[in-house]
């Protein structure tokens, strides 16, 4: 059995990362992991040219994900909630996998879980639920796809304002917006994933659901 770990998050090393590997390593089962910005996924084109052959018409490396979803045994997706949405690199990456959903369903049935970091605060008033709304478009998506959705791990992310310099001075900064008036780079801080005690949690367990989902599969 295999597990397949998605990131869409293009920061190296990035929380995203490392909190789908966790969830990976969690499993204790054979596991690959791909990071979205290494590779060159377009956005589905609506043109149902898939219908007949399960197979992508675009040219580029969404097919090769496709191959790679449909052999895996379960699915662990990360991303992140720029304009608090669901980045567009793991937007794409969701959307090409239209092609495995005609006649056969073949990911019907699959475990899967999602990976999101927002830098907005829950419950956050005025602003938008961006880390909900993230989960839930991976949840959503493994819903129409027949998949079993395990759960989300919640993580806790890093406003840009925090490290483009500018941060403490720029009239545009997200630093006040999300975390209130008086807030500055040094009060905000970076957050890691090891340091978030839920996110870690949510990691461990999500990865030994996936596991106990594929052990009754078998």
Not at 188 to 208: C, W
């Amino acid at each position: 059995m295999k597990i397949l770990g998605i990131s869409g998050s293009p920061i190296a090393d990035s929380n995203t990362d490392r909190a789908v590997k966790a969830v990976l390593s969690a499993s204790g089962i054979d596991h690959e992991f791909h990071k979205l910005s290494e590779y060159t996924v377009s956005p589905c084109n609506a043109c149902l040219g898939c219908v007949k052959t399960n197979r992508c018409v675009i040219k580029d490396d969404g097919n090769f994900f496709v191959e790679l979803v449909k052999e895996a045994d379960a699915l662990v997706i990360g991303g992140f909630t720029p304009y608090s949405t669901l980045d567009s690199r793991t937007k794409a990456f969701l959307e090409r996998m239209y092609p495995l959903r005609h006649n056969h369903g073949l990911l019907k049935g699959k475990p899967g879980a999602s990976v999101i970091s927002s830098c907005v605060p829950e419950n956050a008033e005025g602003l938008p639920p961006a880390g909900m709304l993230g989960a839930n478009a991976v949840q959503f998506f493994m819903m129409e796809e027949g998949m079993n959705y395990l759960g989300n791990v919640d993580l806790k992310g890093n406003v840009p304002c925090l490290t483009c310099g500018n941060g403490d001075s720029c009239s545009m900064t997200g630093i006040t917006l999300l975390y209130g008036p008086g807030a500055t780079t040094a009060s905000v801080g970076l957050r890691a994933f090891e340091k978030q005690p839920e996110a870690v949690a949510s990691a461990q367990e999500i990865g030994l659901g996936i596991k106990a989902a594929l052990k009754k599969q078998s």
